[in-house]
Every structure is written in structure tokens, then in C-alpha cells.
């Protein structure tokens, strides 16, 4: 699975004879990295209140995770209820057949926080990798 970030025109690099789609520099491909980041977003996502799947993937999307499938969102909402880092409920919906909405537990908040320091950490040591201060 391959993901484009938006404002940015993707190119293919071939790497080990395998082409990626490279954004912004970036490698987009199916990898535990995007998967760990894409929880993280999902949290915070529905730490700023109860939400819905499809809701959830037009605030990925609207934020540059273009072409985001239900496919994909779907498994991390599945992941973070079994952890328990979220709670579903059954509710109407004012357009049609009921739905899921999803709200963060304390678990998820604290899960959250830790996503939220370990991202930051990463970055930083990334960057002084790749833009070392000469």
C-alpha cells in the first residue's frame, strides 16, 4: 500500500528492484513507521472528541494522507480498540444507517502522550542525522 502526501508531486525511485513512491523525499510505502504514525494521528484525531471512521479519514485526508483507504483506517480503529485505547458505541446517524463512533479512554490519552514524546524524540534525532549544524 502506497500513500501520497499532499502538496507535493510524487516520483518513483527504484530501490533493492523494487519501485517506490518518493514525496517531499520521503518513502510512503506499507511500513511500521507509517502504520505507528497513522495510530498516533487516529488518537489524536478522537482525543479532540467522538468521531466516526469516515469523519476520521476526511481529517487525514484534509491534512495530506491522500488516497486513504477505509481498508487501511479500519484495521488501525480495530488495533487501538483491542488495546483499549478507544471505545466504540453504536449511534444514528442523521444521513442514514447507524454507525460507529469512537472516543479515546484514559488508556488512549496516556497512549497518546507517549506516541506524542517518542514522535518528537524521532524527529529530533532524525533530523540532526539528515541536517547535521556543520
Aim: with cysteine.
Amino acid at each position: 500500500m502506497q500513500y501520497t502526501v499532499a502538496g507535493a508531486e510524487p516520483t518513483v525511485q527504484k530501490y533493492q528492484n523494487k519501485d517506490l513512491i518518493v514525496t517531499k523525499g520521503v518513502t510512503m510505502e506499507d511500513s511500521q513507521l507509517l502504520k505507528g504514525i497513522l495510530e498516533g494521528c487516529v488518537l489524536a484525531i478522537i482525543a479532540k472528541g467522538e468521531t466516526y471512521g469516515y469523519d476520521i479519514l476526511s481529517v487525514l485526508e484534509r491534512h495530506g494522507f491522500k488516497e486513504l483507504q477505509e481498508g487501511t483506517l479500519y484495521p488501525v480503529l480495530v488495533r487501538l480498540e483491542k488495546k483499549k485505547d478507544i471505545q466504540c458505541r453504536i449511534g444514528s446517524s442523521p444521513y442514514g444507517p447507524k454507525r460507529k463512533y469512537y472516543s479515546i479512554t484514559p488508556g488512549g490519552e496516556e497512549h497518546l502522550k507517549q506516541f506524542l514524546t517518542s514522535y518528537e524524540n524521532l524527529i529530533d534525532i532524525t533530523n540532526s542525522i539528515l541536517y547535521p549544524a556543520n
